[in-house]
Each structure stands twice: as structure tokens, then as C-alpha cells.
């Protein structure tokens, strides 16, 4: 039988020290959150409010634009939020807004961990045979 040499293998340590030895959670590093995540996570936010539909016609697709779609201003760890949602028409206008309006404010500043300062809504609407399609997940 031949000998095997086992070569020594060294592994990382797993203990990454105590809170006491890591220091201020402040201090270890930071958050950034980019304009692109922030506005994948509003634009999925304004699809969980009933009323709003996603709707993008033929060049839309093409272009990857439709609705919802947000314009993000981001300074720091605060942003600013311009959405575009469509909805069908008749529906209660007003009350889609304003619970777009506050479900994207509150799961936004949620999930990102910054602070979403605004968020103004701008409604489209749409007729029922405009073939919207809404995802459901």
C-alpha cells in the first residue's frame, strides 16, 4: 500500500470576535443603496395595490418602459420619488393614490433602509380592452 502525505490543511476562523470586539455598529461601514434597486423596489411596491395594473403597449415592451415606473432623485440616504402607475378606468382614482402613495413610502423606507421623503403619484389611466396584464407572483 502506498503512503499517502497528507498535506496540513489550515480553514478560516468562524468566530468573527463578540459585540464588544466588533465596536459601534455605526462605525463598521455604511449603507448605499443605488437609484436602480430603490426604483425596482417602488415600482414592485405600487404592483401590490389593488387597482393598479402593469400596462406597456408593443413599443413599451420593446423599450423595457410601461407602467408602474419611478423616477428616483437620491442625495445621501434620502430620496425623492416621481411614480407613474396605470389604472382601469372607472376605479376610485383618488384612493388608488393615496395607497400607492403610502404602501411605496412605507415599504420603500422599509426594505431600502433609507428615508423616502415623498413620493408623488401620477394616475394614467387606461380602458379595459388595452390588453393589460397583471403579475401575479
Keep these: 500500500m502506498a503512503e499517502q502525505d497528507?498535506?496540513?490543511?489550515?480553514?478560516?476562523p468562524t468566530d468573527t470576535g463578540t459585540a464588544a470586539e466588533l465596536g459601534d455598529p455605526a462605525t463598521r461601514g455604511r449603507l448605499e443603496v443605488r437609484p436602480g434597486a430603490l426604483q425596482h423596489l417602488v415600482e414592485?411596491?405600487?404592483?401590490?395595490?389593488?387597482?393598479?395594473?402593469?400596462?406597456?403597449?408593443?413599443?413599451?415592451?420593446?423599450?423595457?418602459r410601461g407602467y408602474p415606473h419611478a423616477d428616483i432623485t437620491v442625495k445621501g440616504t434620502t430620496s425623492w420619488v416621481t411614480l407613474h402607475v396605470a389604472a382601469v378606468w372607472p376605479c376610485a382614482?383618488?384612493?388608488?393614490?393615496t395607497?400607492?402613495?403610502?404602501?411605496?413610502?412605507?415599504?420603500?423606507?422599509?426594505?431600502?433602509?433609507t428615508t423616502v421623503a415623498e413620493v408623488d403619484v401620477v394616475m394614467h389611466l387606461v380602458s379595459p380592452?388595452?390588453?393589460?396584464?397583471?403579475?401575479?407572483i
Design 6 to 12: 497528507a498535506a496540513p490543511t489550515q480553514t478560516a
Design 44 to 64: 414592485h411596491a405600487a404592483t401590490t395595490v389593488p387597482g393598479t395594473v402593469r400596462e406597456r403597449s408593443g413599443l413599451d415592451r420593446l423599450r423595457g
Design 93 to 97: 382614482v383618488e384612493q388608488i393614490m
Design 99 to 113: 395607497t400607492t402613495r403610502d404602501r411605496v413610502q412605507q415599504e420603500a423606507t422599509k426594505l431600502s433602509g
Design 129 to 136: 380592452d388595452q390588453g393589460n396584464e397583471r403579475r401575479v
